[in-house]
């Protein structure tokens, strides 16, 4: 246990805070890269997932894309990257391979939750006259809300995971403080440094599930629904609930 | 058939030559050269290759293992005790959640340097889709198939091995997919404490910018996540022969009834843990890869 008073002792030092190699500087530098690369992923893979959930093509890609995401080691990509000529271009292999592993969650869970939108609700949307763009809008995308936030929150673990690795090759992030704790032997920094990384990637998840929670356009129906689905005895098929409350 | 097969090997010799022959005249100088892909690193590191690959497949085969052994009793008191429930599947969860390089200098301290950090992170990751995969395929274990084996008779361990674990089987062989797939992928990071497998050869070309180094131990460890996944894609066809018949059977009787299946591909995976369970707070969709 003296290793965890250790890092105690580090994380409580005022001078371990400040300065280029500081935990300020870290702590920005991966909020800073998270940020941007989560934003840059959504925007490619959102559209594209949500239009192919729509139309209900190329499943088999967008299934298989979280399987191969998960076969290939991040911290390959990220050797690879760097000792390519993308290289010296700074943070630039870094942000490529944060962006590349956030798309495999977005896209399968977004494109799941699209698929997985009661047919029933949206033939009624169809029949009642809605157009496409109205139908994706305010019948599937709500009713697919959650699992395209549990991609989003995937995609914000993995690359919170994945900016810490790129202080392996060299990136900037708080998985530094962790090498830097390896290259000089020092354990207790070491520990404090990735007590920092596990409460930072526990703060997003915590972060993006009450965010969701606070923007689920559904949220009173499903909380409603719930409630009555309890008081049914089991085995009693949900299905027909929604049919007896659209009333 | 022979002619087919004697085709290709002779096509195979060719392409030895032909290596050869660009290795002999470059006179191994796409080692001196840094070149990306090198066969004359292959040739002369094979020995150091195949240590390294040994070292990789052992460390996952025994994580994998190790965490189903502890998974199942998990699983059982999760479903067993309801007031478990929600402990067991938020602490797997929020182990998951913890990026792999702190995982693994977190548990430096408790280990020292050596395998057994490595494997022990693995088996922590490991948990949670493991635990959440059999916890889902028992619960996909119809109510009557219960029932009608307690009329037989069945008591609760009988019942439990004879009928809900071969239920459950596609579920957990997906859960026993994903996470020996991204085992191998994570065993890379333990080359921060030195026991990584190929990662040892990918961090030690990082260091010494060797090319060839980095591209052939990387593209060896995602041969190994796909070939482990196909071996254990056959190992569950061959413990449930029963859903690859049924699905037959169903569909020849959608067919003859005069009405197509639902084609969306995505919710019927396999009877894996279907995209509701990826609802929690893992977000480890346990969507049944069908890939390979």
């Known amino acids: 246990m003296g290793f965890f008073l250790d890092a105690w002792t580090w994380l409580t030092t005022g001078a371990n805070w400040t300065g280029g190699e500081g935990v300020t500087h870290r702590l920005t530098e991966h909020l800073y890269l998270t940020v941007v690369c989560l934003a840059i992923a959504c925007a490619v893979a959102l559209p594209v997932a949500l239009w192919l959930g729509h139309v209900g093509r190329g499943g088999a890609l967008a299934v298989n894309i979280s399987n191969a995401g998960r076969a290939v080691p991040t911290f390959a990509v990220l050797v690879l990257l760097t000792l390519s000529p993308l290289g010296k271009h700074g943070d630039l292999p870094t942000i490529i391979a944060l962006v590349l592993f956030a798309l495999p969650p977005l896209l399968t869970n977004s494109y799941v939750g699209m698929r997985e939108a009661d047919r029933d609700v949206v033939e009624a949307a169809r029949g009642m006259g809605m157009s496409g763009w109205q139908l994706l809008a305010r019948v599937e995308v709500p009713l697919a809300f959650p699992l395209i936030m549990t991609g989003v929150r995937s995609a914000a673990v993995q690359v919170v995971a994945t900016a810490t690795l790129a202080a392996l090759p060299g990136g900037g992030g708080l998985g530094r403080i962790i090498t830097a704790g390896f290259g000089t032997y020092d354990t207790p920094q070491v520990v404090a440094g990735a007590a920092l990384v596990a409460a930072l990637a526990l703060l997003v998840e915590g972060v993006l599930v009450v965010a969701e929670r606070l923007m689920d356009p559904m949220r009173r129906r499903r909380r409603s629904r719930r409630q009555q689905s309890r008081s049914t005895p089991k085995g009693f098929d949900e299905k027909v609930i929604p049919a007896q409350t659209t009333a | ?292």
């Open chain 2, 1 to 292: 058939m022979s002619g087919v097969s004697g085709v290709s090997v002779s096509s195979g010799a060719d392409g030895a030559v032909v290596l050869a022959g660009a290795a002999g005249k470059a006179g191994g100088d796409c080692l001196s050269a840094n070149d990306w892909i090198c066969a004359e690193y292959v040739r002369s590191r094979s020995q150091e290759l195949t240590d390294a690959t040994v070292e990789h497949v052992g460390i996952t085969v025994v994580s994998v293992l190790l965490a189903l052994l502890i998974a199942f009793p998990l699983a059982l008191a999760a479903r067993r005790w309801q007031r478990a429930y929600g402990p067991v599947l938020g602490l797997t969860t929020v182990l998951y959640t913890v990026p792999s390089l702190a995982m693994y200098a977190l548990l430096l301290p408790l280990f020292g340097v050596g395998a057994a950090v490595v494997v022990t992170g693995l088996v922590l990751y490991s948990l949670t889709v493991l635990v959440r995969n059999i916890l889902a395929g028992l619960e996909s274990v119809p109510e009557e198939a219960r029932e009608a084996a307690r009329g037989m008779g069945y008591g609760p361990f009988k019942l439990l091995s004879g009928v809900e674990l071969p239920l459950a089987l596609p579920a957990l062989m997906a859960g026993v997919r994903i996470a020996t797939v991204s085992a191998v992928a994570l065993t890379t990071v333990g080359a921060i404490v030195g026991f990584g497998g190929l990662g040892n050869l990918i961090y030690d070309g990082m260091d010494s910018f060797f090319r060839a180094q980095v591209l052939t131990a990387s593209v060896i460890c995602v041969l190994l996540a796909v070939l482990a996944d196909v071996l254990l894609l056959g190992l569950q066809r061959l413990l449930t022969p029963w859903v690859r018949s049924g699905r037959r059977a169903r569909r020849r009787r959608g067919r003859a009834a005069g009405r197509t299946e639902p084609s969306d591909g995505v919710g019927a995976a396999g009877g894996g843990g279907g995209a509701s369970s990826a609802g929690g707070t893992g977000g480890v969709p346990v969507t049944a890869g069908k890939g390979a």
